[in-house]
């Protein structure tokens, strides 16, 4: 094992790293708490992990990096168009890290990364028609259509702004009734503390209490499936994935979503392909494979 990529997933409130085989096996892995300077997140932090992969990596030649970041990311341009959690509008990331680095840099949209890994070692490994949905903070998808995956100057795969519900909330983005003010964890959790009277701020708790049977949390967990069922019947229409696979913490609770997902789904399909809703397979570890894996395609 003579070369290694250093892997990047830049969050707004962590950092996780890592160095990367070419056959994809994570050798080493670091996470730190993302450094802001003026409201935004520090480029210089991210050169500094890239150096301190380089030091861990021994013996070994770090040859690339890849960053995933989340946002508007022109991936082909390597910019960070609009990554508002992060602080970054017309940031040319990849061109300020490849400099700093003296080494090829691909710089990627969080979730699309991860649906690259999912796509190549994950859950959708051989299906050339896929989509990737990490459910959290927010929602959104990468998509997989004939084998190609769609990127549309980083503009595809925001699903979690179809809106499931014209006379809802208002979401961050300003539209009302988006997908993410009905199905996302923050939603969940902040839906149900409202309506139970609990204070919780997990959407976990709120699946351990639709298994426990209680009502508040079975009306807003069937709402959040009815909203996903909406959006994702919409995708079918248009992508006709063979598999769904979800992600994020979410599908932590495992076939508490799946199962009602999967039957809301069947009772709204006419003529569309029924695809197979799975649960990702690579967990937390889905962007910095990602990651590596444009690294390694940079390097050539």
């Known amino acids: 094992m ?3 990529v250093a892997a990047i997933d830049v969050g707004g ?3 996780k790293a890592a160095l990367v085989a070419e056959d994809l096996r994570v050798v080493h892995t670091h996470r730190t708490a993302t450094r802001r300077v003026d409201g935004s997140v520090d480029v210089a932090q991210i050169v500094e992990l890239i150096a301190a992969l380089r030091a861990e990596a021994g013996a070994a030649r770090v040859c690339g990096v890849g960053v995933a970041a989340p946002g508007i990311i022109d991936e082909e341009h390597g910019v960070a168009r609009a990554a508002v959690n992060l602080g970054w509008r017309e ?13 090829p840099v691909a710089l990627g949209h969080d979730v699309r990364t991860g649906g690259l890994a999912e796509f190549t070692v994950g859950a959708a490994t051989g299906v050339r028609n896929a989509m990737f949905m990490p459910i959290g903070t927010g929602i959104a ?4 259509v004939d084998g190609h995956r769609l990127d549309a100057d980083g503009y595809a795969g925001e699903i979690g702004h179809v809106v499931v519900d014209p006379q809802g909330t208002v979401c961050g983005c300003g539209i009302r009734g988006c997908l993410e003010t009905v199905a996302s964890a923050a939603h969940i959790a902040r839906r149900y503390a409202e309506a139970g009277d609990r204070p919780v701020t997990r959407a976990a708790d709120v699946a351990q209490a639709v298994r426990a049977g209680e009502p508040a949390a079975v009306a807003v967990w069937e709402r959040a499936v009815d909203g996903l069922a909406t959006a994702l019947t919409t995708a079918m229409t248009l992508l006709a994935p063979e598999i769904v696979a979800i992600g994020g913490g979410l599908a932590e609770s495992g076939d508490t979503l799946l199962v ?5 789904l069947v009772g709204r399909t006419t003529f569309q392909r029924m695809p197979k809703i799975v649960r990702a397979s690579l967990g937390d570890n889905a962007g910095c494979i990602g990651s590596a894996i444009m690294a390694w395609r940079a390097v050539g």
């Open 260 to 264: 009602p997902l999967r039957a809301a």
């Open 91 to 103: 940031l040319p990331l990849r061109a300020l890290l490849s400099e700093a680095a003296g080494m």
């Open 2 to 4: 003579d070369r290694l």
């Open 141 to 144: 998808a990468a998509v997989l």
């Open 13 to 15: 409130t962590s950092i």
